[in-house]
T-cell receptor
């Protein structure tokens, strides 16, 4: 079965540190890739997405992600985090062949020390 | 524009009781999805409506769960009878359906936290 793996359950960083959250998926076909974020008390919202083209995708709030097809990875990065980035981050995929459902990773909780 | 809304925000019931969750999608969105997150695990797909029709219900755990979307507007998800393992956060999402091959952006509601005692 298709799955999405997020390597870290909880990451703690200080402000201004660089961030990289790992994500790998297991599916041999064409996929669409997403990162969602849930800030405390708020809805899940889309951070960025990759469908095709340039594998380096830029999203909101200074986040970016790189699709490496050979590694089945879609890691999320931010060069300098802020306290307001404290949230839970979810990597997700949809399959080209099955348009409807999103397959989520288990989430990574990010805590930023001020 | 109003986002996806869900009611109630939190429900606490006893095992064996019935609970009905409601989702109001963004106006004009034909696609409506239900997802569930059990404590500490991944968010899992339950089902997908296109207007009032069930497009994909492959994620529904068992026949204690019944989803409806009469008239193609709001949707309800009923759990009857509830069991302890049904506890979790139930998310609803909606989308316009303009993208193909999984590119359609889904907008999520705040979720309903269900606790079964």
């Amino acid at each position: 079965a298709q799955s999405v793996s997020q390597h870290n359950h909880h990451v703690i960083l200080s402000e201004a540190a660089s961030l990289e959250l790992g994500c790998n998926y297991s599916y041999g076909g064409t996929v669409n890739l997403f990162w969602y974020v849930q800030y405390p008390g708020q809805h899940l919202q889309l951070l960025l997405k990759y469908f095709s083209g340039d594998p380096l995708v830029k999203g909101i709030k200074g986040f970016e992600a790189e699709f490496i097809k050979s590694k089945f990875s879609f890691n999320l990065r931010k060069p300098s985090v802020q306290w307001s980035d404290t949230a839970e981050y979810f990597c997700a995929v949809t399959l080209y062949s099955s348009a409807s459902k999103i397959i989520f990773g288990s989430g990574t909780r990010l805590s930023i020390r001020p | 524009e109003a986002g996806v809304t869900q009611f109630p925000s939190h429900s606490v019931i006893e095992k064996g009781q019935t609970v009905t969750l409601r989702c109001d999608p963004i106006s004009g969105h034909d696609n409506l999805y239900w997802y569930r997150r059990v404590m500490g695990k991944e968010i899992k797909f339950l089902l997908h409506f296109v207007k009032e029709s069930k497009q994909d219900e492959s994620g529904m755990p068992n026949n204690r769960f019944l989803a409806e979307r009469t008239g193609g507007t709001y949707s309800t998800l009923k759990v009857q009878p509830a069991e302890l393992e049904d506890s979790g956060v139930y998310f609803c999402a909606s989308s316009q359906g303009v993208g193909g091959q999984g590119t359609d952006t889904q907008y999520f509601g705040p979720g309903t936290r269900l606790t079964v005692l």
